[in-house]
């Protein structure tokens, strides 16, 4: 019983983090980070929260998978070009075949801790590195967490040019876990923000990352349509919808979030 729990735990919990964008975290409703930090001794709390709906036939089975987080990001800036960034989520998921419920659980997922460093910025073009570790504080029996402690390494570049913005992330994740996935995974993605009129920002974005199930045909891709809304000029509002491109990520996932700057 416990190494079906364990299964179908794994299938979840992957689903829970294609749901979450990777690791990295951005400005929220993107999953592509860009290169800007807060400046020393400034904080931004971000809160979002997403929900997730997948659905698929395994045999002449029907599966659907629902779930979703809510998480918690604090970035404090250590100097001006650098940010320790701490990440809390709290996750869900549930399960049903031919309309029986096989798995269900909620709880704290694995906390990520990074540092966000900008070590290059000319004429609207930055460069950056943002090292991090996972935190094995989810429950990995019940498929909310890895089991184990993992690391990760995302280069970020970004180019401003008004009303334009764009941003592209390259990423190495060591992904340890007690599931037996691929455990050297990598990701790719691009976003574009754009200012259609003061204090309001449309935004996309694309990706696709490794897929974790070493039995899987095809690799995760999204794209994400937004907004970001400035209500102050230290507080915005965000929402947006990811749509998987690919049946291994997650069909739909409906996005909203607010971030502090203090």
């Known amino acids: 019983m416990k190494g079906f729990i364990q299964s179908v735990g794994a299938v979840v919990m992957g689903f829970m983090i294609a749901s979450a964008g990777g690791t990295a975290f951005a400005a929220h409703p993107l999953i592509t980070d860009d290169a ?5 001794g400034k904080f931004q709390l971000e809160v979002n929260g997403q929900y997730d709906s997948d659905k698929e036939t395994v045999g002449n089975v029907s599966v659907k998978s629902t ?7 604090l970035s404090y800036g250590i100097i001006d070009n650098a ?5 809390v989520p709290y996750g869900w998921g549930k399960v049903t075949e ?3 419920s096989t798995y269900d659980e909620k709880g704290l997922s694995d906390i990520s801790l990074e540092v966000k460093w900008r070590f290059f910025e000319k004429d609207g073009l930055s460069f950056g590195l ?3 570790i996972s935190l094995p504080t989810g429950n990995h029996e019940k498929g909310l967490g890895a089991g184990k402690t993992g690391y990760h390494l995302f280069f970020i570049g970004s180019k401003e040019a008004a009303p334009w913005a764009f941003h592209a992330n390259l990423g190495y994740i060591r992904n340890e876990n007690k599931f037996d996935e691929e455990k050297d995974l990598w990701h790719a993605s691009l976003a574009a923000v754009y200012e259609v009129v003061k204090d309001l920002k449309i935004v996309g974005n694309v990706g696709t ?13 999204f ?8 209500v102050a000029e230290n507080f915005d509002l965000d929402a947006g919808v990811k749509y998987g491109l690919t049946s291994s990520e997650t069909d739909l996932s409906v996005m909203a979030g607010a971030a502090f700057r203090f």
Do not use: F, H, M
């Open 36 to 40: 800007g930090t807060q400046g020393k």
């Open 67 to 73: 779930g979703g987080q809510a998480g918690s990001t």
């Open 83 to 87: 940010d320790l960034v701490l990440n």
């Open 98 to 100: 031919d309309g029986v």
């Open 130 to 132: 943002k090292p991090g």
């Open 209 to 221: 990352e490794r897929n974790a199930d070493k039995a899987a045909d095809n690799d995760p891709a």
């Open 223 to 230: 794209v994400i349509g937004g907004v970001i809304y400035s």
